[in-house]
């Protein structure tokens, strides 16, 4: 019997882009990297948007069990030139996070095991029942829903804009 101890739900599905209304707001260079966001200038999302997109999420999250006060928040864009890069981070003061790959042609974000220092001591990442890391390919429109606290980073290579933003719940105890 094999077991997965310890697996990390990660959730992918598609949006309409067409639905997404968000405003564009000033850019400038952000998080440590200084790739251009602009997260401290949060854009105006349509409530029709936080609605559509509440929807999306609700269907996936719901197979995580039972919360309650779900909300979205913290809402940005992420213009990327082939050269930027963002560091690894995790989305702090959330439950989930999610990444809507845009204008962007191909995926460069890299999710990280969340115990990746160990597998690569161990196992130098040649054994598939223990990655490193995992490498998701997406095309515009592709939302990707991960918890908040799983290690990632953007790897150079890529222009184009992402949209990610925050989701806090509070699961109930049955």
Known sequence: ?????FSIP???????LEKIEISEAEYQPTFLS???SNYRHQPQVHPTT???LANIIDK?????????NPSIMNVWRNLYNDTDTQEVHIHANSQWSFIIYETVEKSRTVFLNPSWKL?????SDNVKEFPVSWRPKVDPGTIIIFPSMLEHY???GSSGTTIAGNI???YIDE
């Open 10 to 16: 990660i959730f992918i599905d598609t949006v309409d």
């Open 34 to 36: 200084g790739v251009k």
């Open 1 to 5: 019997m094999k077991v997965n101890l």
């Open 168 to 170: 806090h719940l509070e």
């Open 50 to 52: 936080y609605d559509y």
């Open 154 to 156: 953007v790897l150079a």
């Open 60 to 68: 996936h999250l719901s197979q995580t069990g039972n919360y309650k």
């Open 119 to 123: 597998v690569e001591a161990l196992y």
